[in-house]
């Protein structure tokens, strides 16, 4: 398994984070409300070559707070999966890691990048970027407390036009990180900002572990694109995924240099929607399942005819079979439409 930036250019070949192989180098990246266990099996099957949990505080891990338990739960086909924490004392760090490890986590990523002011007033996420001997310290611990690969998630820096962060990504490598990803965007700038990935680059070229970049891949072709822009060493997809968990198949056959899959139609998109709905009610129960839908099923229809109406009626569902009902309505409804445009 060879280093990116040491001349590779097979895009596709697989990576290594600490024992962990990583194939293809495509990662789905956190997020909080959508990455559960459902999720994620979905983009494993997908094409992801490894699948991220949203992050979970430490504090409630080791308060033992249910809620926090369940998310932390792994399915077996899920696998490789990378569990994040977020939490700024380290001792309660090295409590809390054997608990994410038993709960079947390949990886414990911790997070450094969200700004979440709830998050970020308790020193924790994008705040240990202004504490970097806090964070190494952080690091340390996890890396102590743990059987398998600590990996961290950085933004770029706290505010644009700063370049400590390349030196903040090199400090967690020293401290123990099997591998850093980089959101390319500062605190600051929130998730807004002209996709710039500079600062991905910058800490490639710093790093000897593998840098996983990540934001605004969106197209299969974004995924060689930032790897040749870049010579990082995985692709990570957070927003892109919502509702097209196939799109790490796709990006897998652009990193091999093949022409991606097109967009699937109606029936696979609605088909697959139904899957994320049925699995997620076997999993959570109809009323978290059919609530948390609404959200996801926003994202499945997104650009088709009506998209509008339908999302509206689908807020409104608390049964999985009314969701069914709608649904397999409104795709006979959008082909009907189709084809009688079609015809001469
Ligand atoms: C709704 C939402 C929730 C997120 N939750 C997390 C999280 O729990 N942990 C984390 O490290 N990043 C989180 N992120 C950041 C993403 O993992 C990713 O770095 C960022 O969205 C940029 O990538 P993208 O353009 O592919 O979405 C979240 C992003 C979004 C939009």
Not at 24 to 53: D, K, Q, S
Not at 249 to 267: F, K
Request: aromatic letters at 4%; one cysteine or more; proline letters at 6%.
């Amino acid at each position: 398994m060879t280093s990116r930036r040491a001349g590779a250019d097979n895009l596709s070949a697989p990576i290594a984070i600490g024992g962990i192989t990583v194939d293809p180098p495509l990662v789905l990246g956190p997020m909080a409300g959508t990455t559960n266990r459902v999720f994620r099996m979905l983009c494993r099957r997908g094409g992801a070559g490894l699948v991220c949990g949203e992050m979970v505080s430490v504090n409630a891990i080791v308060q033992g707070n249910e809620r926090t338990h369940e998310m932390l739960a792994t399915f077996p086909g899920e696998h490789p999966v990378s569990m994040q924490l977020f939490g700024s004392e380290p001792a309660i760090v090295r409590d809390a890691v054997p608990a994410i490890v038993e709960a079947g986590a390949d990886i414990v990523d911790i997070n450094m990048g969200c700004s979440v002011p709830k998050v970020r007033r308790n020193g924790a996420g994008v705040a240990l970027m202004g504490e970097p001997k806090l964070a190494a310290e952080l690091t340390a611990a996890a890396v102590e407390a743990s059987r398998v690969p600590v990996t961290v998630k950085i933004r770029a820096g706290l505010t644009v036009d700063e370049d400590s962060y390349v030196e903040f990504a090199r400090r967690m490598q020293d401290a123990g990180a099997a591998a850093v990803t980089v959101h390319w965007r500062a605190a600051s700038q929130g998730f807004r900002g002209t996709p710039g990935w500079e600062p991905i680059a910058r800490v490639a070229s710093a790093l000897d572990v593998p840098v996983i970049g990540s934001g605004d891949v969106q197209r299969p072709e974004d995924a060689p694109r930032m790897m040749r822009e870049t010579g990082c060493d995985g692709v990570m997809i957070a927003r892109g995924a919502w509702g097209r968990p196939w799109l790490f198949g796709q990006a897998a056959a652009a990193l091999r240099g093949d022409e991606p899959a097109p967009e699937p139609g109606i029936e696979v998109r609605l088909g697959v929607a139904l899957l994320h709905a049925q699995m997620l009610v076997l999993d959570a129960g109809e009323r978290i399942a059919l609530h948390e839908m609404r959200a996801q099923m926003h994202h499945y229809v997104k650009g088709l005819p009506r998209a509008g109406h339908f999302r509206r009626e689908a807020n409104q569902l608390h049964a999985l079979k009314e969701l069914y009902e709608l649904t397999v309505g409104y795709a006979a409804e959008v082909r009907a439409e189709a084809s009688s445009e079609g015809a001469p």
